[in-house]
C-alpha cells in the first residue's frame, strides 16, 4: 500500500510540474505494475488457502519483474536520446521501477512468510485490521 502511493505521488509530483511521461513510459510501467498485481493476488491466495502451487509462478514473476526493470531503464534512456523523454526525469523514473521492485519482493516474502508457517491472522494483525 505504501509504495503504490508513493508510485502514485512520484508519477502526480511529475504531472503537476508540467513534466510529463512518455506514453512508452507509461505504458511500460503499466505493464510492470500489472505483474505485480497479479503477484499480490497469487502471494494472498496462498496465505489464504495455504494452496502452495502458485509458488513457483511467484518467483518466475519476480525475476520477469527484474527483467523488465532493466529493460524499462534502457527504453527509458533510448528515449532520452531520442528527445522524448527529459533527463532530468531519468531519477523519479528510477524511483518508481524500485518501488515496482519492491512491491514485487514484497509479494515473494508474504509468500515465504505463509510457506514458513506464519498464519494469515498475523498479517492482519501487522496491518492493524486490513490489508
Same mark, same amino acid.
Given at each position: 500500500?505504501?509504495?503504490?502511493?508513493?508510485?502514485?505521488? /512520484?508519477?502526480?509530483?511529475?504531472?503537476?510540474?508540467?513534466?510529463?511521461?512518455?506514453?512508452?513510459? %507509461?505504458?511500460?510501467?503499466?505493464?510492470?505494475?500489472?505483474?505485480?498485481?497479479?503477484?499480490?493476488?497469487?502471494?494472498?491466495?496462498? *496465505?489464504?488457502?495455504?494452496?502452495?502451487?502458485?509458488?513457483?509462478?511467484?518467483?518466475? =514473476?519476480?525475476?520477469? %519483474?527484474?527483467?523488465?526493470?532493466? =529493460?524499462?531503464? =534502457?527504453?527509458?534512456?533510448?528515449?532520452?536520446?531520442?528527445?522524448? $523523454?527529459?533527463?532530468?526525469?531519468?531519477?523519479?523514473?528510477?524511483? *518508481?521501477?524500485? $518501488?515496482?521492485?519492491? /512491491?514485487?519482493?514484497? $509479494?515473494?516474502? %508474504?509468500?515465504?512468510?505463509?510457506?514458513?508457517?506464519?498464519?494469515?491472522?498475523?498479517?492482519? =494483525?501487522?496491518?492493524?485490521?486490513?490489508?
Amino acid at each position: 500500500g505504501v509504495l503504490a502511493v508513493e508510485v502514485a505521488q /512520484m508519477l502526480r509530483d511529475k504531472e503537476d510540474k508540467k513534466y510529463k511521461y512518455s506514453s512508452e513510459a %507509461i505504458k511500460d510501467l503499466q505493464k510492470s505494475l500489472g505483474l505485480v498485481y497479479e503477484m499480490y493476488t497469487e502471494a494472498m491466495n496462498i *496465505i489464504t488457502t495455504g494452496n502452495l502451487e502458485g509458488e513457483d509462478k511467484l518467483r518466475k =514473476k519476480s525475476q520477469k %519483474i527484474t527483467e523488465l526493470d532493466i =529493460k524499462m531503464r =534502457k527504453n527509458h534512456m533510448q528515449r532520452v536520446n531520442k528527445g522524448k $523523454c527529459k533527463a532530468g526525469m531519468t531519477a523519479s523514473f528510477n524511483r *518508481i521501477l524500485g $518501488c515496482i521492485d519492491r /512491491m514485487g519482493n514484497s $509479494c515473494v516474502n %508474504i509468500a515465504e512468510a505463509a510457506l514458513s508457517g506464519v498464519e494469515y491472522s498475523y498479517f492482519i =494483525k501487522s496491518a492493524g485490521g486490513s490489508l
